[in-house]
């Protein structure tokens, strides 16, 4: 990333300069070049989540996505997403399969936090693959001492940083980039602090701050499309830190072009709309 100069100790302010890109792709360009998402969540009632993070994944140009999620849900997520692979999981030995094959692993979207989602979650964080870690992950994370493999971003809301730092949501919204880089030193990734004003922070004390988005986006389900997002940019080769800073970006200028129609922004509204703008940003034909 262009590294322009920051005074003191002031957040990397992210834009269209300061975001690194995705490089063109060649001519010859085959699906394998550029990864393989497994989104794991959707326990019964939040089915939605994993959906609306794997059809991001898919429009961020990740080349493959495949989704484990309760069997339950199975025939809607092939209903929905005919490129997405969507396998039911009744147990964590039932992964086993599907991780092995994954490059980058997203966990947590609607995984619930009862005896299948922590199962799910610990077989996730045995594996060495980059992961993205949201909602219920981080739930649980607040619970378990569980390591996350190196590389990897975590994204709470104010809500979810809380609990993983053990105070309330106003004391996190009190030191904002303090709650971010204590969570990235703490659990050695990339932290993503979501909310009005997010914040990218990483373990070195690095910082970057997000000045777009829109208040139509507080709504349910954005922060599952982020996860899809982040998970297809590392997918195709940006490290955490540039992943992260590039993703909360996108999606947040993308609530921002549709935040101008008003309220009533669905999340799945959102994919397409990031789609163009990384496009804009990052052209996939030079
Ligand atoms: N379609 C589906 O399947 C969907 C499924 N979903 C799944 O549902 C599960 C539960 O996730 P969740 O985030 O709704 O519940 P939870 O962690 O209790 O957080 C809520 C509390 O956190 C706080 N808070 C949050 N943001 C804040 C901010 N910016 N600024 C300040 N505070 C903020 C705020 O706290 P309060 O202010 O009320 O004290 C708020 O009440 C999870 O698995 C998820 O994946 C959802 O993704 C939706 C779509
Ligand atoms: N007022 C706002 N301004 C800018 N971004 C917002 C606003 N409200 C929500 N967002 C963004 O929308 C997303 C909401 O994520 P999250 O709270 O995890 O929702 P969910 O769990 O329903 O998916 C985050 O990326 C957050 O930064």
Redesign the pocket.
């Known amino acids: 990333m262009p590294q322009t100069k920051q005074p003191g100790n002031a957040p990397l302010r992210l834009d269209r300069e300061t975001v690194a890109g995705l490089p063109a792709r060649s001519a010859q360009a085959h699906k394998g070049d550029f990864g393989h998402v497994l989104v794991v969540?959707?326990?019964l009632?939040?089915?939605?989540?994993v959906l609306?993070s794997a059809e991001a994944a898919l429009r961020c140009g990740a080349g493959l996505v495949s989704v484990a999620t309760r069997p339950e849900h199975v025939a809607a997520g092939l209903a929905r997403l005919p490129e997405v692979m969507c396998l039911g999981v009744s147990s964590a030995n039932q992964l086993v399969s599907v991780l092995e094959r994954a490059s980058v692993l997203v966990v947590?979207?609607?995984?619930?936090q009862a005896a299948w989602g922590r199962s799910l979650l610990s077989a996730v964080a045995n594996a060495d693959q980059p992961q993205v870690w949201?909602?219920?992950a981080l739930?649980l994370l607040a619970r378990t001492p569980l390591a996350l493999p190196s590389g990897s971003i975590l994204t709470p809301?104010?809500?979810?940083a809380?609990?993983l730092l053990g105070i309330s949501?106003e004391a996190v919204?009190a030191d904002r980039p303090g709650a971010a880089r204590k969570l990235a030193r703490r659990y050695a990734s990339v932290c993503v602090l979501?909310?009005?004003g997010s914040l990218v922070a990483d373990p070195s004390g690095r910082l970057a701050l997000c000045e777009r988005g829109h208040p139509a986006m507080?709504g349910?389900?954005l922060?599952?499309v982020l996860t899809g997002v982040l998970g297809a940019l590392l997918a195709q080769g940006q490290d955490a830190w540039r992943a992260a800073c590039l993703g909360v970006w996108l999606h947040a200028c993308a609530g921002e072009r549709l935040g101008v129609e008003g309220r009533g922004l669905a999340?799945s509204d959102l994919a397409p709309v990031i789609r163009e703008l990384l496009e804009e940003h990052s052209a996939c034909q030079a």
């Open positions: 969540g959707g326990d009632g939040t089915g939605g989540a609306l947590g979207p609607g995984l619930g949201d909602a219920d739930n809301h104010p809500g979810e809380a609990r949501t919204q979501k909310g009005a507080a349910a389900g922060g599952d999340a």
